[in-house]
């Protein structure tokens, strides 16, 4: 794994051993690349390395979410009826 290594570096690093090389902000000459997908996703806007590409901004949706999933709970929205499993054992079936 190669990660923040200058792109002629890891090119040559790529090219001169005999294993394949992972890129994490290296160079498109490494064998593979990786990236965390919580910065891939946009999951969090406070800080970005460089090396990442955002594929989408999940992050705002993914704070939206949460909040609406907490009010919900506060106000005993949730769990509704459909979320519930019913009572299916009789009063002498259980042990």
């Known amino acids: ?22 890129g994490i902000g290296a160079s498109p000459a490494c064998d593979g690349q990786i990236l965390v997908s919580d910065d891939m996703l946009g999951l969090f806007t406070s800080f970005r390395p460089k090396f990442v590409k955002r594929y989408a901004e999940l992050g705002d949706q993914a704070d939206a979410a949460i909040a609406a999933y907490a009010a919900d709970v506060r106000e005993r929205r949730f769990p509704a009826a459909e979320h519930l499993y019913a009572n299916e054992t009789k009063a002498g079936d259980v042990t």
């Open 1 to 22: 794994v190669l990660e923040k290594v200058p792109e002629p570096l890891a090119r040559r690093i790529s090219a001169e051993i005999a294993i394949p090389t992972i």
